[in-house]
């Protein structure tokens, strides 16, 4: 398309196979646009779109992705605020009419997998380094390992005894994200062969000790067993008023994310291409029904949507 709309809080640049969504700078702009800057969503990235009536004289034209598509969103687990949606591009309402058509242009690109979930990330995460501040340490990521260094001033007994820590990419299996506007606030690591992140009930199931995951060796993290309480979690930080806000503990959680699961794809891809051999169809459903697996761990689907959909591909068989 080419075109460009622009919003109270960002622009949207209509391209041939996607939209790019420049977010500004302003004084009212949430800082987590001002910090992710610009994003370009691939248009199979895209779920559906639709345009809502806003407040205060304004509309809504609103992107909303596939599940699995975007680092961010899973990272943040449905925690967002509307307004601090990056995918909402909010429009005064005489401008309404414009937003339906490209509204309509968009949903004509949509392709026929639209509502199913992403196999793959397919939205650039924020990118390493980064890091920021939390209540009781400074969290660094460099694209290979995660760092954590105490703060006397808040560090737990538990934490200070530990050490500072140390995580590859390579040990882990995902991150979990508590927005630091919740009272528990947190940003945890989840080792390999202690479960996965996912959804907001997901992760604090896992805070809980959720089951073990039995495709990977545990790394020496893993050795013993998880605190109930981040405060107490060597492999977490955690938040209070002004440490680890969300336009920097969000995209950090993203970048892990995004990390942790190339790193986790590469070998299931190179057995997949191994095991189709001279076994098309086979093959095939086997690594969806392996993906659609990978998703559920991560609580990207339910156990009844998980279920259904896997009998569903073994009937292909």
């Known amino acids: 398309m080419g075109d460009v709309l622009a919003g109270i809080h960002a622009t949207w640049e209509f391209d041939t196979d996607c939209v790019l969504i420049r977010f500004e700078r302003g004084i009212r702009t949430p800082k987590l646009f001002q910090s992710l800057r610009e994003r370009r969503i691939p248009h199979a990235a895209l779920s559906s779109v639709t345009l809502n009536p806003g407040k205060r004289g304004t509309v809504v034209l609103h992107a909303v992705p596939r599940p699995g598509a975007d680092p961010l ?3 943040a687990a449905g925690q967002l605020k509307d307004g601090c ?26 392709g026929a997998d639209a509502r199913e979930p992403a196999e793959r990330f397919m939205v650039a995460a924020p990118e ?8 009781d340490g400074r969290a660094s990521f460099d694209g290979d390992r995660i760092s954590f260094r105490w703060f006397w001033t808040g560090a737990s ?10 995580f590859p990419v390579t040990e882990l299996s995902g991150v979990e994200w508590r927005s630091p506007e919740a009272l528990d606030g947190y940003l945890r ?3 390999r062969g202690t479960g996965s992140a996912g959804s907001l009930a997901g992760a604090a199931a896992a805070a809980e000790g959720g089951a073990p995951r039995t495709d990977a060796a545990p790394s020496p993290q893993a050795m013993t067993p998880r605190p109930t309480q981040a405060d107490q979690d060597p492999a977490a930080v955690i938040f209070g008023l002004g440490y680890g806000p969300v336009h920097e503990s969000l995209p950090f959680a993203a970048a892990v ?8 794809s590469a070998p ?13 169809d086979p093959a095939d459903i086997a690594e969806r029904i392996r ?7 991560a609580g990207l689907v339910t156990d009844d949507e998980f279920s259904a959909k896997k009998a569903q591909l073994l009937a292909e068989l």
């Open 128 to 135: 390493a380094p980064m890091q920021f501040k939390a209540y």
């Open 73 to 75: 969103l899973e990272a």
């Open 189 to 191: 690591l989840v080792p």
């Open 257 to 264: 994310l995004e990390s942790v699961r190339r790193n986790q």
């Open 291 to 297: 993906h659609l697996g990978e998703l559920h761990r």
């Open 157 to 166: 007994t538990a934490k200070w005894k530990a050490g500072d820590q140390t």
């Open 268 to 280: 299931v891809t190179a057995m997949a291409v191994l095991a189709g051999a001279g076994r098309r």
């Open 85 to 110: 949606d990056p995918y909402r591009l909010v429009l005064p309402a005489e401008r309404e009419t414009l937003a339906e058509y490209y509204a309509d242009e968009l949903r004509a690109l949509l």
